[in-house]
């Protein structure tokens, strides 16, 4: 319960920030870390298809984790939010930057 509430707080504080530091539509970069191994880069990048992204992978120093860098045009703070959550909920143990 409480992980939610501090996710929620956390969305709060990133949309007001967003909306304080530019101007919309704008461009925006998503940085995640999953590990390598199976399929959650893939699972990630399947979340933002068809959208135009740019999409960079860098594996870590011992290959064990993967850094994904998505470069996106997006129009509000709520869109932005809205791909954060549906990485979560689709991804497990993904780590937002």
Do not use: C, H
């Amino acid at each position: 319960m409480s992980t939610e509430k501090n996710q929620e707080e956390f969305y709060v504080k990133l949309r007001a920030q967003l909306y304080a530091t530019a101007s919309w539509p704008s461009e925006y970069l998503y940085k995640f870390i999953v590990v390598t191994e199976g399929d959650k880069v893939q699972q990630i990048e399947s979340v933002f298809d068809n959208m135009g992204a740019v999409i960079k992978t860098k594996p870590s120093k011992n290959g064990k984790y993967t850094s994904v860098s998505i470069n996106l045009q997006m129009s509000t703070p709520e869109n932005v939010i809205e791909k954060y959550k549906e990485v979560t909920e689709n991804v497990e143990g993904v780590i937002s930057l």
